[in-house]
């Protein structure tokens, strides 16, 4: 799905996602990198120390004059005094450290700053393109895979500009300074143990280029793994209900199994990766070990200079393998940013510059209207109707007719292609209006509401700012879910959807009545709403949103014909075409599809023969009154 | 207690006893093996580390000091032999820990995924899907980490720090001593720490399971969030989240670093000893060059473990509440369970003993049957009995919240009456296995649920052995067939992810369809056509009145329409059934039913006298 958009989406490059992410981050970032590089410098100060008094103070070999740090026993007192007082050479190695600790601690706060801020601006940006993401892509999409694009690849990225990137200062440093500390006490040696550097880092590259695909697998069976769980816990209704539960455990341990077992070849192999690293490290420390003594015994190098000589090299050892891994992970980073930048590529909604905010309450007009989805056949054949304001209109129609997807069309999910007809309020295009302002101007409750994981009061009142209990209240009255909600323990208060309590198909559809409602929007739409509630119900909703709102523009999908014949006008919908449209009466009178959906709904034979009285005549009474 | 919320108690401190490592001592038995195998590679490899200094001292004070090369074959030959040693201990327990780590984590999945398969409806109606899903997948692999890695690292430790003091000790008490004198301020330091970053961690992994439910929220609602216009809205109050996960990372990292430098710290401060009072020692010709230098590199190196054995502390304690949460959903015990007998006999819903089964003819008896939710306080029903024979379509009538699916749970024995019982073919339900009732039962929810897959694949999930005819004709008996027929590649076509690509009555549809073609004995219908037109629920009617011919079947539907031809009609009001009987029966009661069913027409005639 990626795919076919990625022509368009080449404007925003990797590096150029990165520095929008860096935004605000960046400073803090520099910080850090200065603050490491100091923490090198102040580490590779202590060794030097060392080196002094072990040599000139202990063992009275005449300290070096090379550069600034020959004047450091000058300051401390001169060697003669330090001899006598060596708690001048501890200080100076705890003040040493005492300063390399701060500046480490500061480089790890602002560096933590610097990431916290990076994954808030990512996150937050990622949040909001996906809010504004049109629908169609949240269809194509699967809700798994942005989640892990939105966690598990943040937190990659994160990692590798947080972690490496300022890392790779201090890595620098210390390899350079201590291969040129290491050079300058002696060459020889320190040419000996650089020549593990080239052996570690290649390798630990290709090393990690190679099993970079393995950790893929394993991450997708991963996933596989999860998405097996959270379906089987979606449909553990249905699973109960046929008895598959052998079946569901065979599948889960199936995939539980080969996921470990790619993860037991993986590790294998990074054990033995792992230990071959160490193993390197010690034998170089035996080369070292080796040659120093020979040399130091041929009087090129003292003990003191090879005790710093060993701990340089032990500092030389940590970086040379990080840097390695950091390479690997440098891929790594590389592929989850691009699975981010793959969303952040896609375009978002965006209105035109100039679009309208027109008042909404006038008639909404469908004129030659076709639709398909995409990869689907045409579904809406050349649709025309016109909803006068004020009025109350319904819509009837087969199994899959194509009535939902009229109403997305009228919100603006989805969009009509160009010469597929136009869809108008109020005389204007609805392409010209802004689309907040249409969508909270044209209020719908969808088929399958769906309930924020907040509590009832919340999850009513969500789109309108510092609304008071009165009126969600007085909206769940409305929506004859108020009564329901009370008997809660926590009445209003309760939490609801996938973080709380879970109500039932009815309660839902009522919840999100009353959502709508709070909105007062100029015109409402309810797609089959009320199927799942008992008729006696639905009647007392429509009843009170009658009394409600008189004078909205309402346009009712169901299949009950006894909510049908109260509205306005009615609209048949058959395979995507306009059947036949007309009030109730009119539609009465043809021989078509909502007489055939009346005859079966409201009469039956039985009816004429066991209760003639009040389920035949009541109908024929009305047909009178109305003539 | 089991029928408590699972995540009930969480903000409290778990309290378990000994970390609550006996919990998992079940889990861990049959690794005891590898587990041992890993403790002691691990113990031997530590033990060669530790003497690796000693070459150091040896080079210096042998060699150079001494200034010759004497026993430098032997020497190189030992150290060899030590670092061969070394790798191949290291590596075995490394592969064990690894070992430990996917093993242990494999048999906790499946002992909770195992478990899951055998709660009750009412453990699902109470825990959310998300907190489930990562008690069964993060809670374990955190788990399984704290068996594997964290012990080596806790075993690696021990050994290096107490083998280097012995050996520190051995050399120069005095020296050793001051060295360890900065291990109690360590430990102190560790303490104080933990518990400020107990907190703070915890707080994080609460934030961090709250930031990706948003995202799952705002992605799942999406069209919600939309139509409603609430993205500022929703989009602000992440960013709410979001920035109290920024503020609070920081402080973790303040602790943390401020920790690190602590301790550090204090290893700054072994070594100045070191470098002090063994400076001195030299000085006077009691220590040599060697041993000082060997001495430094024991003090440098004494810290690190300290950091590791301060993770592996805040690991275990952070570890508690996945623990904790873990056992309580293993231990869980569902309120619907088949008793050792009935497993003995009919087996359980993994090695079901279907040779043991006998068929299920239909009758179904409530015998004065009282029930109550488990966490509700309303009774639905009290001593309610009813008896449908063999064959017989039940429909259920009245407003919702009545107790029409509690009643037709019942049957399935998806909650269990609290007094009285249910009889299936004149014996308790109890008396059989759940697997085997639900073997026998068709049942179409009232919110249809597909998997994701091909719509052949949701098909063949009540019945995957059902032929290519049976298919379809169960799409032709449920009208499915012109909706399937109208998808790109018919049966092969995707249904998207829980069936979003279809539209509801679609789905209705398809569930039922997938009903029909696991050919039940009991067939329910929850509102099964809700959202499907008339005309097609009239024909899937009269093909499902040939289906059900032998049947016994139960009926929910609020269009009156769908349920006239039932051979009972059980009225329901507030838990009761207040009127039974068939149609006719009912009409000419003139009770409740009566006005439902008549009000239809009344209500044409309110609106003309409106207008
Ligand atoms: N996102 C989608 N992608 C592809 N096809 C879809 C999508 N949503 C709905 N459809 C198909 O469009 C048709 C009409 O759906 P819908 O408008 O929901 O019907 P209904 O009239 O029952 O409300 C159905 O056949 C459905 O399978
Ligand atoms: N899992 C549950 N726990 C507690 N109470 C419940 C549960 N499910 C339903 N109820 C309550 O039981 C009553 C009957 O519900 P239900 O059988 O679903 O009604 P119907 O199907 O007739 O609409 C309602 O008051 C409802 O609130
Ligand atoms: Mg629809
Ligand atoms: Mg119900």
Redesign the interface.
Known sequence: MMKTRETKQNELTKAGLVLIFLRGSKRWFALAAIFTSLVSLLELL?PQI?RF??DS???GKEPDSGGLLAHLPGLMGGVEFI?EH??V???A??AV??AS??C??LF??TN??GA??L??TM??SL??H????P?AW??TH??GD??QR??SDVDMVKRFLSEQLTGIFRIVILIVLSLCFMFGMNARLAALASIVIPLVVGSSVIFHRKIASKFRECDENEGK??TI?????????????????????AK??AQ??YY?SL??KL??V???F???G??IG??Q??LL??C???F??RGELT??E??AF??YNGMLMFPIRHLGRMISELSKAGISLNRIREIMAAPEESDPPDALTPPLDGDIVFDHVSFGYE???ELLHDISFKVPSGTVFGI??????GK?TLMHLL?R?YDLKPGSGSISVGGVDITKIRR?HL??GV??V?????L??RTIAENIG??V?GIGMDTVRAAARTACVEE?VDRFKDGFDTTV??????L????KQRTAIA?LLV?RSPVMIFD?SL?????????KIRRALKHDFRGRTVILIS????TL??TDRILVLSNGRIAETGTHDELMRRDG?YR??YE???K?P??E???PT??VS??R??EV??E | MNNAPLRENESKRPRLPWFGIPALVPFLKPFRRPMTLMVMLCLAGGCLDIC?PL??RY??DH???G???DT?PA??AL??LF?TG??VL??GA??HA??ME??V??EL??AA??H???LS?SF???N??????SR??SDTERISSLVSWHVMEAVWTLIFMFGALAIMFSINWKLAAGVSLVLPVAALVIVVFQRALFHVNKKIRELNSR?????????????????????E???GD??KD??E??RT??LG??F???F??TV??AS??A???V??RG??L??EGVME??T??MF??YAISMMEPFFWISSAVSELIAAQVNIERFSRLVNTASDVADTPEVTEKYGD????KRENWEPLHGDVEFRDVSFRYPDGDETIFEHFSLKVPQGSSVAL??????GK?TLVNLV?R?FEPTAGQILIDGRDVRERS??W???H???V???P?L??GTVRENLL??N?DATEEQIELAIKRVSADR?IA???SGLDSQV???G???????K??I?FA?AIL?DPRILVLD?AT?????????MIQDAISEVTRGRTSFVIA????TI??ADMILVMKDGRVIEHGT??EL??ARGYY?S??????????V???SV
């Open positions: 202590n060392i008094t072990v103070v202990l063992g001899r060596l708690w050479s501890a200080c190695v705890l450290s005492a600790l701060l480490r601690y790890q706060l933590a700053v916290e801020t994954v808030e996150r937050n949040f909001g996906i809010q504004n993401l629908f949240h269809m699967q809700t942005i989640i939105c966690t793994l999860s769980v959270q379906e089987n816990l979606t449909g553990v209704r249905v699973i109960r209900a046929f008895g598959r539960e052998q079946y569901e455990v889960f341990d539980n199994r470990v993860w037991m590790g294998r990074l054990s033995l792992w230990m071959t160490d193993l010690a034998l420390v035996l070990l080796v120093g003594s020979v130091a015994i003990a003191g090879f005790i060993l701990s990869g689907c056949p009837l129609g087969g199994t899959g007719s939902s919100c999910l907040d969508r909270k209020g719908i969808l088929q399958e509401p769906f924020f994981s969500i789109a700012p329901t959807g996938e973080r709380g309590v879970t039932s198909g009815g309660q959502r909105g089959d199927s799942a509630v008992d008729a006696e119900t639905d009647v299949h009950r014909i006894a014949m109260e599809i055939r959906n079966l709904q409201m039956s039985e009816d023969d066991d209760a009040a389920t009541a109908p009474n009305a009154c109305r | 690796l070459f150091q080079a210096i060699f150079i000091t200034e010759t090369l430098l020497f190189i150290y060899l670092v070394s790798f290291n590596y490394f592969y690894f070992f996917m093993n984590s494999l999945r499946r995924f195992n899951l398969q055998t409806f699902f109606n109470r959310s899907v998300g907190y489930i899903h069964v997948m930031i990706t439910g948003d995202f799952n929220e705002g992605i799942t609602g999406a069209r919600t969030i939309k139509t409603l216009v609430a993205a809205r929703i989009c992440f960013m979001t920035r996960m920024k990372s920081i990292m303040h943390r670093s401020l690190t430098a550090s710290f700054s401060l070594l100045a000893i470098l002090w400076g001195l030299t000085r060059i060697g000082l230098s430094m590199s819903a993994f090695r079901p009538v009245g407003e919702t919240g009545a699916s399935c998806f759940q697997l009732l639900h073997s039962i068709g049942y929810l009232q919110t649920y998997f994701s999930y009540g995957p909706v109208r998808m790109g998207g992810e829980c979003d690509l279809l539209s509801t009555g679609e209705q549809l569930s997938r696991a509102e809700s959202s499907v037109d008339t005309v097609t629920e009239k609020h269009r009156l329409s006239r031809s149609h006719a009409m000419h009566h439902l069913y008549t009000k239809q027409f009344e209500l044409e005639a609106k003309d006298l």
